[in-house]
């Protein structure tokens, strides 16, 4: 079993940055694509970027070229470095891991851009 944890959302003011962590518990972290989903109030989830095991990375077009991703499979943790934020980034951010077809997910973090 995988618990995941998310922090550093908060409040920003357009044009700011700031970085997500989520650590992960358990042993296969190594093993697993790492992702980040956000849901806004009213929408649905959508994906935001994700990490794979050997490292290659994918982003949806909203987060290319402003929100980079990382892993450190030594602390078990995955970020996210959002720069340039915009207000439509205002979300709840979710990280998952996916392995042979089990899922798991945190319990995310808000992030708010501020105009």
């Known amino acids: 079993q995988v618990q995941l944890v998310e922090s550093g959302g908060g409040l920003v003011q357009a044009g700011g940055s700031l970085r997500l962590s989520c650590g992960a518990s358990?042993?296969?972290?190594?093993?697993?694509?790492m992702g980040w989903y956000r849901q806004a109030p009213g929408k649905q989830r959508e994906w935001v970027a994700e990490i794979t095991s050997g490292g290659s990375t994918n982003y949806a077009d909203s987060a290319k070229g402003r929100f980079t991703i990382s892993r450190d499979n030594a602390k078990n943790t995955v970020y996210l470095q959002m720069n340039s934020l915009k207000p439509e980034d205002t979300a709840v951010y979710y990280c998952n891991g996916f392995r042979w077809s089990t899922a798991y997910w945190g319990q995310g973090t808000q992030v708010t851009v501020s105009s």
């Open positions: 358990g042993s296969i972290f190594r093993f697993l694509t």
